[in-house]
């Protein structure tokens, strides 16, 4: 998978390569515009992580240019201005998804894997998690057959933590994941907890879940078993 | 009242008056005209009439006996009488008067010219007069169509002069109605020139045109500014805020710095978060949000209210809105509604106890629509109600929640839609906000 990042701050786009490269995706900078649509004509990317704000000239025009040369990658805008004005904009443009700077390091990597299961549609996806299986599709969740009834941020927490197999997820970006920018994490973060408590008691009615590990008080995480 | 309609009254005012100092003043005039017409004959015949006496002699016209003369024609019209005047020495002077005349019996008005000579050294009065009664018919007759002739010519002329009066003032109302009602911000402003050649409207137009120019530049000035401090601010935290997250993904660290990352990635979360809302205030504050929505205030409420079910679930708050009346707002922005309704639910919510209560209701009353939120949480002290509204207040207690500026959002959009707050509260009892939306009566 190739993903180009577009993005002047040099230090923003070299922490976002070194997240993704662990994530197993081949990562390409651009530092400017010019430079960003030289690269999406000589190579092929899956995704261009867009910034609008970019030296020598607006992301919305990198956009523009590439949407007129059927250029196919999937483009997600990234932006720290505060109009939204600019969402409505770069999704008009033809932008498969909008984050608002900060964004959360898994917080993009999930949105581009709901890009790839959009794009690469109607093909069932099962996500097995130690024996549960995840339909993303129909948002079910079933263990040998039988199913496990969630709620919807029960089920939406559980992907997320599925989708980052391995690594810990504080609470601080479950709730950004599950509540968007609505909470204030100052109160709210011991409400993922509230559903971790549920989801934990849900799934152990099932089977032992030694591998839904709580890590040193930060956050959770799901590990192989 | 519109200048149009102005002038049109002060148009119709001002002719009214002609007409009624013409009307009044006609009567004379057309008399004075006519006597003076009159008075021209009669002093010609009394000058034929003594050419005639001093050719030819008194005694060829007058009677032998005393020496008068009287002479009628038959319609009683006019009439001539010349009669001696004993005892008078020095001829009188003429003398022209309207005079009762009983001719046969008949009274008739006349015109009489009196006027003495000497013949035959005696003095001799001689009185010409004419019938007036039929000039006076006459007059009024002339009146009356001198004074309907000028009544139609008013009117015609109103008329004239309102829709010139409005072809006048026509690029004036253009200029109200598409430059200045018209305008709902100014980035929207209609810059195209009205067309007229009335130089003020002109300068007008201009000077218009030119402060909206001046507003509008301001305007995205502080857009700008707005949308650039965002940026300033935001990139360095984005920056950061990836940064921990790398770390906090290395496994060789210790907890005590695992700790230390996640509370700074909380603290880069609230930074940004007081950022966002400070330039919400200021957004609002600078008018850089559309009032241009109907929004109705029952389904606004009952949208939050499914939005919020899992956040009340998990501290097992009941939301209750038993009584929600139909109320719909007008030049309003939905967007920030929501987030007034949602700013002060989610503090419901924060400072609720567990298995607490939530009521919302919206009531219909004469003048106002009260939309009220009660809580069953801790409550506000209160030498604090007065400033739970303020930007960053600091509360004496420490161990009190700050309120952050939630609420201070929530006062910058009521004001912002000209709306009422009320809080009322009590310590462990709970609080309850009343939003209220005045009614317009015409609405």
């Given at each position: 998978m ?6 002047d ?31 999406m ?7 261009v ?14 956009l ?9 990658s ?32 898994p ?6 894997q ?16 130690n ?17 496990v009834?969630l ?18 997820l ?33 799934l ?22 | ?33 006519v ?11 009394t ?17 032998e ?8 024609n ?18 009188k ?37 004419e ?14 169509v ?29 200029i ?84 230390k ?24 504050d ?8 109907t ?8 949208e ?19 009584h929600?009346?139909e ?29 607490g ?27 604090n ?6 930007r ?30 009320h ?21």
């Amino acid at each position: 998978m190739n993903v180009l990042i577009v993005e002047d701050e040099r230090s923003l786009s070299h922490e976002m390569e070194i997240y993704l490269t662990k994530q197993g995706l081949h990562c390409d900078v651009a530092f400017t515009g010019a430079k960003a649509l030289e690269m999406m004509w000589v190579n092929s990317y899956d995704f261009v992580l867009l910034d609008i704000g970019l030296p020598d000239t607006n992301g919305f025009e990198i956009l523009k240019e590439a949407k007129k040369n059927a250029i196919d990658s999937a483009f997600i805008v990234l932006t720290a201005r505060s109009e939204t004005d600019d969402k409505i904009l770069g999704l008009d443009l033809g932008a498969d998804d909008y984050l608002a700077k900060p964004f959360s390091l898994p917080e993009l990597h999930a949105r581009m894997q709901a890009i790839l299961r959009r794009k690469h549609g109607l093909k069932v996806q099962i996500i097995d998690i130690n024996g549960f299986m995840m339909d993303y599709q129909n948002r079910t969740l079933t263990f040998e057959d039988a199913p496990v009834v969630l709620t919807k941020k029960e089920f939406d927490l559980l992907h997320y933590l599925a989708l980052h197999k391995g690594r810990v997820l504080s609470r601080s970006q479950l709730t950004e994941h599950i509540w968007g920018d609505v909470m204030d994490d100052d109160y709210d973060s011991n409400y993922i907890d509230v559903h971790v408590k549920n989801l934990r008691k849900k799934l152990a009615a099932h089977a032992p879940i030694e591998w839904f590990e709580t890590v040193r008080g930060i956050g959770y995480r799901l590990n192989a078993q | 009242m519109k200048l149009q309609l102005k002038l049109a009254i002060y148009n119709a005012l001002s002719k009214a008056l002609v007409v009624l100092a013409f009307g009044a003043l006609m009567p004379f005039i057309v008399e004075k005209v006519v006597y003076n017409h009159i008075d021209q004959r009669l002093k010609a015949r009394t000058s034929k009439v003594l050419r005639i006496i001093e050719k030819g002699g008194l005694n060829d016209i007058a009677r032998e006996s005393d020496c008068t003369f009287e002479s009628y024609n038959i319609l009683k019209e006019e009439f001539i009488l010349i009669e001696p005047l004993s005892g008078m020495k020095d001829v009188k002077p003429t003398v022209i008067t309207n005079e009762e005349w009983e001719i046969d019996g008949e009274k008739l008005n006349h015109r009489i010219i009196r006027q003495s000579f000497i013949y035959d050294n005696q003095i001799y009065s001689l009185q010409i007069g004419e019938g007036i009664d039929s000039l006076n018919k006459l007059k009024n007759t002339i009146s009356k169509v001198a004074l309907w002739a000028t009544i139609l010519t008013i009117i015609v002329s109103i008329f004239v002069d309102v829709g010139y009066a409005r072809l006048l003032l026509r690029p004036l109302n253009e200029i109200v109605e598409r430059k200045l009602k018209g305008t709902k911000d100014p980035v929207h402003f209609n810059d195209v020139p009205v067309e007229t050649s009335t130089l003020e409207f002109q300068q007008l137009d201009i000077s218009i045109t030119e402060l909206m120019q001046r507003i509008k530049a301001a305007f995205m000035t502080e857009k700008e500014f707005i949308s650039n401090v965002s940026h300033e601010l935001q990139t360095p935290i984005s920056i950061l805020k990836t940064r921990f997250e790398n770390m906090l993904m290395d496994e060789k660290i210790d907890d005590d710095v695992a700790d230390k990352l996640d509370d700074s990635i909380r603290k880069l979360n609230r930074m940004s978060k007081i950022i966002k809302s400070l330039l919400m205030i200021s957004k609002i504050d600078n008018e850089q949000f559309l009032k241009n929505e109907t929004v109705n205030i029952k389904a606004l409420l009952q949208e939050i209210a499914e939005d919020f079910q899992e956040h009340l679930s998990t501290k097992n708050i009941r939301l209750y809105m038993q009584h929600l009346d139909e109320f719909e707002i007008q030049n309003a922005n939905r967007t920030l509604l929501y987030t007034l309704f949602s700013n002060i639910i989610t503090n419901a919510i924060k400072y609720n106890v567990e298995n607490g209560q939530i009521d919302i209701s919206a009531t219909k009353q004469s003048n106002v629509f009260v939309v009220a939120i009660r809580d069953t949480g801790v409550g506000i002290a209160k030498e604090n109600l007065t400033h739970i509204f303020d930007r960053f207040k600091k509360f004496n207690k420490s161990t009190e929640p700050s309120f952050g500026l939630g609420l201070a959002i929530v006062k910058t959009i009521s004001d912002f839609h000209r709306l009422n707050l009320h809080v009322e509260s009590e310590a462990n009892k709970g609080t309850t906000f009343r939003v209220e939306f005045p009614i317009e009566p015409f609405t």
